[in-house]
């Protein structure tokens, strides 16, 4: 039997013991964001430290301003590419206590109606269950081979449900030691129940926040309409000039470094079970509402946007007031692909809204921060060869997908230790991470740790 043949096996024959474990650290209640568990965080941090060190591994929980960082590193591998495996063990508050069907913290198996297992309990599947698919699958390696097929590097955060404070401060003082060939990042999910998928494309973000100034204080409308210039008029107008009637964006520049998805991409979009129509229709709506001639899966996954997030100004309480306001604000969000550069956007952007600004008026812009998109190589061998794994273990060629938003640690990865990521993950739609009840499939944590064995395998060939 060939030795990943065995490595199969013993995952399966090990599954009820990879449960006891998961529910071991599933019981921890690691709350990132209410310090009343900052202890409990930390004893997260050192069960999952002491596991992988009974592993082989050289593991630590290590000390932040805020909740430890699990690192760990195992490089006995004689050659092939080093990982880096990243997730994140603390958990989302379980508020409102009162709608969760059982305790959140006493993990079980549940049964549901098409005879389908299911682990219940808060992380199982944000993102406990998910980091201990990878840990399960050294586990099996090193229980068969007595070794890794590839050197690995592991990092769990405690703050990811918190804004994550610590990471990049982290990463900086040990770019050295974390950086590696790739990173592996377990926090996704896949296509459907039986599909999974790869993440290879994140929208990149800038936020922007403009406030238009007319006349020198709040004005009568009696005496002033007309004469006066009314901010939120010149607002709206600003605004309205934004898009184009096809719905395309109007500032000049914003689309260089767009780009088109390769043929071979978009032919896996065509193919998947996805209904444009559907998808609008659960949120009340029918008319998709970006560029003409995109497809919905286009425009949320490798299209740019531009949002108008929230507009404020004038009199907005209970009853009315004929006043004209001097001052007329809003938000606008900014999604980018490709190669869109976050400053020379910004840049675009409040050029082209200072000349839609009439001269007696005055415009001021405040940032709210900027981010690259990013996006893993079609063709690169790590992506080329993990396809492969998952389809062996799946029985059907994963799905390249993109993301409408953004993952952080990504983006950091990248910006502070340039390095690339391969998003691989298990959860499902239906999970209800952040929700009460919320689950993880037994399909996905089996499923999760098979493939994260045949992943690294295919890595060292």
């Known amino acids: 039997m060939a030795i990943l043949d065995q490595v199969l096996q013993q995952i399966d024959d090990d599954l009820p013991q990879s449960l006891d474990r998961l529910f071991a650290l599933l019981r921890i ?138 990471l990049e401060p982290f990463l900086k003082a040990n770019a050295g030691e974390l950086r590696c060939d790739v990173a592996l990042v377990c926090d996704t999910g896949m296509w459907s129940r039986e599909r999974p998928a ?10 922007e926040e403009m406030t238009i100034t007319a006349a020198d204080r709040d004005l009568h409308s009696g005496g002033y309409g007309s004469a006066a210039r009314n901010p939120i008029h010149v607002l709206a107008d600003v605004i309205a000039a934004l898009h184009e009637k096809d719905g395309a964006i109007a500032i000049p520049g914003f689309y260089d470094g767009v780009g088109e998805i390769p043929a071979e991409v978009k032919a896996i979009w065509d193919s998947l079970d996805f209904d444009g129509a559907e998808f ?7 008319i998709p509402a970006g560029e003409k001639g995109r497809s919905v899966l286009e425009m949320i996954w490798s299209r740019p946007t531009l949002e108008v997030n929230g507009i404020f100004g004038g009199y907005t309480g209970d009853g009315f007031k004929t006043v004209i306001a001097s001052k007329a604000s809003a938000k606008v969000s900014f999604r980018l692909v490709g190669d869109q550069d976050p400053d020379r956007l910004r840049d675009l952007f409040q050029d082209f809204v200072r000349k839609q600004v009439p001269a007696d008026c005055k415009v001021e812009f405040k940032s709210h921060g900027g981010s690259p998109a990013l996006r893993l190589p079609f ?14 273990e ?22 502070l230790l340039g390095m690339d990521s391969l998003m691989i993950g298990y959860g499902l739609d239906d999970d209800r991470i952040h929700s009460p009840n919320e689950k993880y499939e037994l399909s996905s944590f089996h499923g999760g740790i098979r493939s994260w064995a045949r992943v690294i395998a295919a890595f060292a060939e």
């Open 29 to 166: 209640e690691s709350i990132s964001t209410d310090p009343a568990y900052r202890e409990r965080c930390a004893a997260a941090a050192d069960w999952l430290a002491g596991e992988l060190t009974t592993l082989g591994f050289d593991a630590a929980a290590r000390p932040t301003p805020g909740h430890p960082m699990v690192v760990a590193h195992d490089q006995t591998a004689p050659a092939g590419p080093h990982v880096l495996f990243y997730g994140h063990y603390d958990v989302q508050p379980v508020d409102p206590l009162t709608e969760w069907n059982s305790p959140p913290f006493e993990p079980k198996i549940e049964t549901a109606a098409d005879g389908s297992k299911r682990i219940r309990a808060r992380g199982a599947a944000d993102d406990k269950g998910q980091l201990m698919t990878f840990v399960e699958a050294c586990r099996a390696w090193k229980a068969v081979a007595g070794k890794l097929p590839v050197n690995v590097s592991i990092l769990f955060e405690g703050e990811e449900e918190s804004g994550s404070p610590s």
């Open 198 to 207: 790869i993440t290879t494309m994140l929208r990149g973000l800038v936020g």
């Open 280 to 286: 609008l229709g659960d949120i009340g709506l029918s």
């Open 379 to 392: 063709d690169g061998p790590f992506l080329q060869k993990a396809r492969g794994a998952l389809a062996a």
């Open 394 to 415: 799946w029985g059907e060629d994963p799905a390249i997908v993109g993301a409408g938003g953004s993952i952080p640690v990504v983006g950091a990865f990248k910006r």
